[in-house]
């Protein structure tokens, strides 16, 4: 990966991009057009991947003005809010999305202190590289990592949605597993 600083820019968006674009070549993001954009969606917002809370096209500011598109959610991995808005005339080539894939495992083990589970896929096989969220501020987990380890400590069998995107898994969602 080569990367070019210029003097006064930012390198971190340098990175991010040049991230986004070796992502792009694998297939790992696509561009879509702005009406297949819907709240609950996930698309990148101001380079992060971020699932929409907001999602609704502005109005014109003129009789011929720009049509405007207003995007925030919060950051997939970190929670933190980004919002922006896209200008959708001239030059406008898409919105980024990341191709996303989710499914559900079984949970056999929990790690409190580090946050690493120990997944049973479908098949029978151990899936070990799943990680609660972390808060960035105190290190704690997030809502929904707090739950899945109370639960698991009160003895309750969960299956868990792990969403994958970007080539990372992130979980989403907790059940009770009525079938154990």
Do not use: W
């Amino acid at each position: 990966m080569e990367l070019f600083c210029f003097p006064g820019e930012n390198t971190r968006v340098n990175i991010i991009f040049e991230g986004a674009a070796e992502m792009a070549e694998d297939e790992q993001i696509i561009k879509v057009q702005p009406e297949a954009v819907k709240k609950g969606a996930y698309c990148f917002v101001r380079g992060n991947p971020c699932k929409l809370e907001i999602c609704e096209v502005l109005p014109k500011a003129t009789a011929n003005g720009n049509k405007r598109l207003h995007i925030k959610g919060p950051h997939v991995f970190t929670g933190k809010h980004y919002e922006d808005t896209l200008n959708l005339s001239a030059g406008f080539h898409g919105i980024d999305v990341p191709v996303t894939t989710k499914a559900q495992y079984s949970l056999m083990d929990v790690d409190s202190e580090t946050g690493f589970l120990s997944l049973l896929t479908d098949s029978g096989d151990c899936k070990e590289d799943v990680g609660l969220v972390k808060n960035d501020e105190d290190g704690s987990f997030d809502e929904l990592g707090q739950e899945v380890i109370s639960k698991f400590d009160a003895g309750e069998s969960l299956k868990l949605t792990v969403l994958s995107l970007l080539g990372r898994d992130v979980v989403v969602a907790c059940d009770v597993d009525t079938g154990a």
